[in-house]
């Protein structure tokens, strides 16, 4: 399969490269900003990394009509940001939804076209937990991640008649560069708040999107997925 990652350069974008590599599938992830990074895991796996801001239309679509075919997408790009909500600027809200949500929209759209001419495709995109419990300090994020929600589930009502799956995951709280802001007495309270008792890895949320993109998940489409060790419950 021919599969497109935004945001595979670290965490869980990096994960889901390593995942669909291993098992010889041809990958391309884009990127933003970090060069070197993207060129370890171009090396390290084999795919091909695409440096574009998915905030910006014209990059998505300068990219992706140079790919020639999409069965998968995975829309895992996003930023994240600590504030309160009365100190949120309007360039931190306006930047947060272009990436987080804009920025998942405007690459869906050009993917789209092709999966549609072709009759089939997987769109998984990757929200946030905090997208259905809503986070203190993070009212742009938590509403971001919300959209994204509603973008599945309107996309998978109108792109299931081409035999197109649109789901949406939404971890918790996972190891990653994202989360590495948070102090460990942080991370330790976030772990004791999960019912499993212990923070997610990247790989798992991986396997996930490995799962949603299989045959064997044809038939489920529409559908929020949490991989938060049970705190969303």
């Given at each position: ?78 930023i994240c940001g600590f ?119 990247p790989s798992e949320v ?28």
């Amino acid at each position: 399969m021919n599969i497109l990652i935004t945001g595979g350069s670290r965490g869980i974008g990096r994960a889901c490269v390593e995942r669909f590599a291993a098992d010889g599938h041809s990958v391309t992830f884009l990127y933003a900003k970090d060069d070197a990074a993207a060129a370890e895991v171009q090396s390290a796996t084999g795919a091909t990394a695409l440096k574009c801001d998915i905030s910006s239309s014209d990059e998505v679509l300068t990219a992706i009509k140079s790919i020639e075919s999409v069965d998968v997408l995975i829309n895992n790009a996003g930023i994240c940001g600590f504030c309160l909500f009365d100190a949120i600027t309007d360039g931190q809200w306006k930047q947060m939804i272009d990436v987080n949500l804009s920025g998942a929209f405007y690459v869906s759209r050009e993917v789209a076209k092709k999966m549609i001419a072709a009759k089939s495709g997987r769109i998984i995109n990757v929200g946030s937990m905090w997208g259905k419990v809503g986070a203190a300090c993070e009212v742009h994020y938590s509403a971001a991640k919300a959209g994204l929600r509603g973008m599945t589930l309107a996309l998978a009502k109108e792109l299931g008649p081409s035999g197109i799956t649109v789901n949406c995951i939404e971890p918790g709280v996972i190891d990653t560069d994202m989360n590495s802001a948070l102090s460990e007495d942080d991370l330790s309270a976030l772990a004791e708040d999960t019912p499993l008792g212990r923070i997610g890895k990247p790989s798992e949320v991986a396997e996930l999107a490995y799962f949603l993109a299989s045959d064997k998940a044809s038939f489920i489409t529409g559908q929020i997925i949490g991989i938060d060790g049970g705190f969303a419950i």
